[in-house]
């Protein structure tokens, strides 16, 4: 049996760029980090490179300022291994993994729906070795599972699971909350409110799955800002797991409502004012439950 390959995240290897960056001096202390310019430079969403900074902060070599801009705190030992960095985020298991968690969030790959290893690898150019690799992936996050002798499939999820998926992002949401209001950046913020209101003035406009990935950056962006990474890692699969059922919550009437309740978190968030950012976090939680578990037992 071949040993498992850990994945490394994106906005993993974007941290470890920019650490490295800040090894070769390329950074002094008090220089502001513009999270805009860099998704740019480096060809990823802002949300990514904004977890990135907050791991930064969590290792004290980045703060913020007066205005929660994030600026250089202190720099790490000159190292040889930083010498020559490079920024490469996409090789083939890579690509798979994204290519099949996309067409399991987007649908393509209904819950219940057997994938076949070689006929996916003969479609995207690729061994069946590397599409084995990037579907354990997403079976350690729960979103597939593993059929001896038959391929993967995607799980089946009921509405008990969706349900049992809230309760407990109910009672850890609000946890990253707490951590998030302290810290959470401008940029993250500002980034977060720019997605917000183009999916409010799209409208109905907006893809179903153009919907379910803001939801997710959202709702993935507050944890990561909680600087507790086991918080992070034990919410992000429930929250992936829900957005397995949330298509239809999508496409049917909520998600107009779903922004509008994201954007008075947010709000709430800037004013840094934890006790009503945790009750509007817990009150977007439980309706939201309410209306997809409704809608996954009606379709």
Not at 120 to 133: Q, Y
Request: proline share 3%; charged share 30%; net charge positive.
């Amino acid at each position: 049996m071949s040993e498992a390959i850990q994945r490394l995240s994106l906005s993993e290897k974007v941290y470890q760029h920019l650490r490295a960056m800040l090894a070769r001096r390329e950074f002094h202390v008090g220089d502001r980090i513009n999270a805009r310019q860099f998704a740019t430079d480096l060809n990823v969403s802002r949300t990514t490179v904004n977890k990135a900074i907050e791991r930064l902060i969590a290792d004290g070599l980045v703060t913020t300022d007066e205005s929660r801009h994030p600026v250089i705190a202190s720099l790490p030992a000159k190292l040889k291994v930083y010498d020559t960095p490079q920024f490469a985020f996409s090789n083939q298991t890579d690509s798979a993994y994204e290519l099949l968690l996309e067409r399991v969030l987007r649908g393509d790959f209904p819950p219940g729906e057997v994938i076949k290893e070689r006929r996916l690898a003969l479609e995207i150019g690729v061994n069946p070795a590397t599409i084995r690799r990037a579907a354990e992936w997403l079976s350690r996050e729960g979103l597939i599972e593993r059929l001896p002798r038959r391929g993967w499939r995607v799980n089946p999820l009921s509405t008990r699971d969706l349900k049992d998926a809230y309760q407990i992002r109910l009672l850890l949401e609000p946890l990253a909350i707490a951590g998030a209001v302290s810290r959470i950046t401008v940029e993250n913020l500002d980034a977060l409110a720019e997605q917000t209101d183009r999916l409010i003035a799209l409208g109905e406009q907006a893809t179903v799955y153009d919907r379910r990935e803001a939801d997710h950056q959202f709702h993935i962006a507050i944890c990561s800002a909680s600087g507790n990474r086991v918080l992070a890692e034990t919410l992000t699969p429930l929250i992936r797991q829900v957005l397995l059922i949330t298509t239809v919550g999508f496409r049917y009437g909520r998600s107009m409502r779903t922004f509008e309740e994201h954007h008075e978190i947010l709000d709430a968030l800037r004013k840094r004012d934890e006790a009503t950012a945790t009750k509007l976090m817990k009150t977007h939680l439980r309706n939201a439950m309410k209306f997809n578990a409704e809608m996954w037992e009606r379709h």
